[in-house]
């Protein structure tokens, strides 16, 4: 799990402000983004205050105030990664512009306006293996994301499912699309975002300490995984498949604010001839070590 300051995530608006600047993009304060920044901004200057007096002040607002910090850290990771990026300027302005939009909260999200958060998902994906040093980088239309090993090319279509009824037709909906991008040794991937299936959008998970925190989320998982086979059997049929498990969330340890972030990915190798599955699970490993 990652610890952080508040004063050194409110460093990187100024940052974000610039990365708008070199894509030729206004940051209009009025974007969700700014929101994040600023009601993250609030907090820091009241936590010293006494404890009923902070306390009146999430109370105020408590959603938007909690939230805060789970938003601003996930653009934090996205701006480390696109500063140093040389992906397609082009491409990077486009998922800019869907990065700003949308709602503030998730609960306020509709079918309609689902695209500033798939977006977010998909660079957040990005950052989280671009901060692993890998060959990593942006690709559109198919797949969004092109991850390359020095034994595979892993072509990946990122899907947010709404909830557990809508797993499906995401998985679908992905399978058909990387059908688009097939070739020699490439490993068709698909990346779902847990969220909301596995926690129903609740993004901060109250634990008695670090470790409780990390097992739940790790089992919450690893759970997932083995039930979704059937499911990936009924789509996938005899075509084989990768599946990453994404889950990124807050954890409190019974505290007034949350004070870490946890991220937790996983795969399931699915329907692979045994010696590639096995070629893929070391792959993996390599690249992405799971941590107990």
Do not use: W
């Not at 409110?10 to 402000?17: A, F, I, Q, S, V």
């Amino acid at each position: 799990m990652r610890r952080y300051k508040y004063s050194d995530l409110l460093l990187y608006e100024d940052r974000l402000k610039k990365l708008y600047e070199r894509f030729g993009l206004n940051f209009n304060s009025t974007n969700r983004i700014s929101k994040y920044f600023a009601y993250l901004s609030e907090i820091e200057k009241n936590r010293q205050k006494d404890k009923l007096s902070f306390s009146k002040l999430l109370q105020k607002d408590k959603a938007k105030y909690y939230y805060s910090q789970y938003y601003v850290l996930e653009m934090c990771n996205i701006v480390d990664a696109l500063e140093s990026s040389t992906q397609d300027a082009k491409l990077i302005r486009e998922k800019l512009i869907d990065l700003s939009k949308g709602t503030y909260l998730l609960s306020e999200e509709s079918s309609n306006n689902t695209k500033a958060r798939d977006t977010t998902f998909e660079l957040s994906l990005f950052a989280f293996l671009r901060a692993r040093n890998l060959n990593i980088k942006l690709c559109d239309p198919n797949p969004d994301l092109q991850l390359v090993s020095d034994n595979f090319t892993y072509n990946i279509e990122c899907k947010r499912p709404h909830s557990l009824k809508s797993l499906e037709d995401h998985i679908k909906k992905a399978v058909k699309q990387l059908k688009k991008s097939a070739g020699n040794n490439v490993v068709p991937t698909i990346a779902l975002s847990l969220e909301q299936v596995l926690l129903g959008g609740d993004l901060i998970l109250d634990s008695r300490d670090e470790i409780s925190a990390s097992n739940f989320l790790n089992a919450t998982l690893f759970t997932f995984l083995q039930e979704n086979n059937k499911l990936l059997g009924k789509i996938c049929g005899d075509e084989p498949c990768l599946v990453l498990y994404y889950l990124s969330c807050l954890a409190g340890f019974k505290t007034d604010v949350p004070m870490a972030n946890a991220t937790f990915i996983t795969g399931n190798i699915y329907n692979f001839e045994s010696s590639l599955s096995n070629s893929i699970h070391e792959d993996l490993t390599r690249m992405i070590p799971q941590t107990p």
